[in-house]
């Protein structure tokens, strides 16, 4: 019996498929799975566990979902790469944003992209300050230019959560900036937007080329809260419209 096998025991009875699921990630936790490794056929991962094959197939179509594993050719289940892309995906899939919870997705923001801009400053090179001058230059010739200006945003946010060497953090930061895109789309179509978003990107900067970590996260702080009103106020203003 292979490794994998023999670090398989049987399960007490309670949700089984989520358990089945919960010992196969056990498994990559220790290491006996990894990413790659092609998993055993439904029928040995049933012996092993002892429960029936549908349980098995239940278990590994929810940490399919998850993003863990997946089906190839032939059948067979394999580990996926375990890529923080790859693994926060299901994070987009099921939060939806509204007037309610506004606020709260802009205090996440802040405690992630102002903790990975902390780090980022410790770590950040002259060549990385020279880029981000530039997209800050090239930010301030957009104030006209919604549709160019939220490009360069995208890239200039892309370009801080990638300074702290940080996947996870940094995925957990794409993730977020992702919810309420198209509210910011509309808000950034409102007079003055634009210009002050170019402000705040050129205080954050000039904060990471300063290698002040306390000063950049205030910046970061700032300009979050900036973006959370203008798009509670771009809700309202098309929830208002559709009544």
């Known amino acids: 019996m292979s490794l994998v096998l023999e ?38 991962l049933s012996a092993a566990f002892q429960v029936s094959r549908p349980i098995v197939r239940e ?17 067979r289940c394999y580990v996926t790469d375990l890529s923080p892309a790859r693994l926060m995906a299901p994070l987009q899939m099921v939060i939806a944003i509204d007037e309610s919870n506004v606020d709260a997705l802009y205090e996440a923001r802040v ?9 980022g400053v410790h770590r950040i090179t002259d060549a990385q300050i020279a880029d981000l001058q530039k997209l800050v230059v090239a930010g ?10 939220r490009v ?16 996870f953090l940094e995925r957990i930061a794409h993730s977020l900036y992702d919810l309420g895109i198209d509210y910011r789309r509309v808000a950034s179509e409102t007079s003055g937007v634009i210009a002050r978003s ?17 000063k950049a996260a205030d910046a970061m702080r700032t300009h979050l809260r900036s973006i959370a009103r203008t798009t509670y106020d771009a809700m309202a203003k098309l929830n208002g419209s559709r009544q």
């Open 111 to 119: 405690a992630v992209e102002g903790e990975l801009l902390k780090l």
């Open 152 to 167: 360069l945003d995208l890239e200039f946010h892309r370009t801080l959560m990638a300074l702290a060497q940080n996947p």
């Open 7 to 44: 670090a398989m025991v049987p399960l007490a009875r309670k949700p089984v498929a989520e358990r089945v699921a919960q010992k196969l990630l056990e498994l990559l936790r220790t290491g006996n799975l990894k990413a790659g490794d092609k998993l055993p056929t439904e029928a040995e």
């Open 59 to 75: 278990a590994l179509r929810g940490l399919s979902i998850l993003g863990v594993v997946e089906s190839r050719q032939g059948g």
């Open 140 to 149: 301030n010739k957009l104030t006209r230019d919604a549709v160019g200006f």
């Open 198 to 214: 170019a402000a705040e990107h050129a205080a954050i900067a000039a904060a990471v080329a300063a290698r002040d970590a306390n």
